[in-house]
């Protein structure tokens, strides 16, 4: 009996299947929060512009779009968390997760720190700390975490010294507290409980109640992604991220159970994309009825399926060279290779990809919590012109040139010469004028 996932399986055999593969990569753009055609965009616009023409409301605007968007009403006095009750989440979460914490921690600040430009040195040119940034985590009723460990830590390795988290109040009418027990053991005491455009809008502008940063980051839905893309250039942000999206490329090699549960990863965020490309009919086949069988026992089935169905697929090719060439067309933010040895091979000839996960035992839920890498990576096609957040999106360089009297006088008629064929006679009087001497 056909199966309504049936559907998701191409072939490079069928005469539309070039067809159907741009509409897979369609299905990912159309989820993408980047794009000048995001539907909220123009809402987005009139609350940043209700922020920059009411300054002195900040404070009122901030509780009533807390009130409109999380249903929670807060007093200005209330947006902060207070010194104690972080100290209080820290006292109370469990020993054994509180461990697993602070391994994670960690690894990340052990791979940010062996990754960290900024300790190289140059005559011509320094690295400085950005000064103040904010970092937004994402709202849930479960906690979330790991956010905080991968875009502070990073932060933290660079120099830092002011760090913020924002965080819609959907626990409660507040922050969960494991995600609030990881603030405190990172020695972050400014924790705000509001999100969204409104979040954005405070750490952009700034106001009595909330210091403006220098830079904004972290994952977040489209209102919140939409607003740091129209800020950018008042603040410096990371990049435009999410849904969460996973490509696996698999051949004869590969477990089809174990690609099957990294698809549903991926695609129970709903939205989110699951894609898998092979060579193999058969290993393809087998996938998608693994799949079938897997997203049976999951908890939100239905809509896991409804997500795999219009922002998924699998897709046979004839070759590896025609796979790997569409591959990095598509651009993902998670690449798994489960190619069995010949996994490194093909991970060398990725050009595009947030992140690569090489190997039957690399998931990208070990990208998310434990490996090192920050798991905030360029979603869409983005990973083509923007890289995964670290210690070096936490500086900025400054060009440094000094010159005597007798290396001048070398080349002052060389400078002097462009500057005059671009009409800048200043320019080259300023170099002239020191010849005089």
């Known amino acids: 009996m056909p199966h309504e996932l049936d559907q998701i399986l191409i072939s490079h055999k069928q005469p539309d299947f070039r067809n159907r593969l741009g509409k897979f990569l369609d299905s990912k753009l159309g989820l993408s929060h980047f794009g000048v055609g995001a539907p909220n965009r123009h809402t987005v616009e009139e609350i940043l512009d209700k922020f920059v023409e009411n300054e002195n409301r900040v404070a009122e605007l901030l509780a009533e779009y807390t009130w409109t968007f999380d249903k929670v009403k807060l007093t200005p006095e209330q947006f902060r968390i207070r010194k104690e009750e972080l100290e209080k989440a820290h006292k109370e979460i469990d020993r054994k997760l509180l461990k697993s914490i602070r391994q994670a921690i960690e690894n990340v600040r052990k791979y940010q720190t062996e990754i960290f430009i900024g300790n190289f040195k140059h005559p011509g040119i320094r690295y400085t700390p950005i000064k103040r940034v904010g970092i937004c985590v994402p709202g849930a009723s479960a906690p979330l975490p790991s956010t905080v460990i991968m875009c502070a830590i990073p932060a933290q390795v660079a120099g830092v010294k002011e760090i913020v988290v924002v965080s819609p109040p959907r626990y409660e009418g507040s922050i969960h507290p494991v995600t609030l027990a990881v ?73 089809p159970a174990w690609v099957a549960a990294d698809m549903l990863s991926q695609a129970e965020h709903n939205p989110g994309c699951a894609f898998v490309f092979s060579t193999s009919q058969k290993v393809a086949g087998n996938v998608l009825e693994e799949l079938k069988k897997q997203v049976e026992q999951i908890s939100r089935n239905k809509e896991t399926i409804a997500c795999l169905k219009v922002h998924s697929g699998i ?42 996960f090489i190997g039957d035992y690399s998931p990208v839920a070990v990208g998310d919590y434990w490996a090192g890498p920050s798991h905030t990576l360029p979603t869409g096609i983005s990973a083509k012109f923007f890289s995964p957040l670290s210690a070096n999106d936490f500086i900025k360089s400054t060009s440094i040139i000094e010159y005597d009297k007798e290396k ?11 500057a005059e064929i671009e009409g800048l006679d200043a320019h080259a009087k300023s170099i002239r004028i020191r010849q005089e001497d």
Not at 408 to 418: F, K, Q, S, T
């Open 183 to 255: 603030c405190h053991e990172l020695g972050i005491d400014e924790v705000y409980r509001i999100g969204g455009t409104q979040a954005i809008a405070a750490l952009t502008f700034g106001n009595k109640t909330i210091k403006e940063v220098d830079k904004i980051v972290g994952p977040g839905n489209q209102w919140v992604q939409t607003a740091k893309q129209l800020v950018f250039g008042t603040v410096g942000i990371d990049s435009i991220a999410g849904p969460s999206e996973v490509l696996i490329i698999a051949n004869e090699k590969a477990n």
């Open 315 to 356: 897709a046979v090719f004839a070759n590896m060279d025609d796979l790997i060439k569409e591959v990095n067309e598509f651009t993902a933010e998670h690449l798994e290779i489960q190619c069995g040895e010949q996994s490194r091979e093909i991970a060398e000839k990725i050009e595009n990809a947030g992140a690569i």
């Open 408 to 418: 001048l006088a070398v080349c002052a008629e060389d400078i002097i010469r462009l």
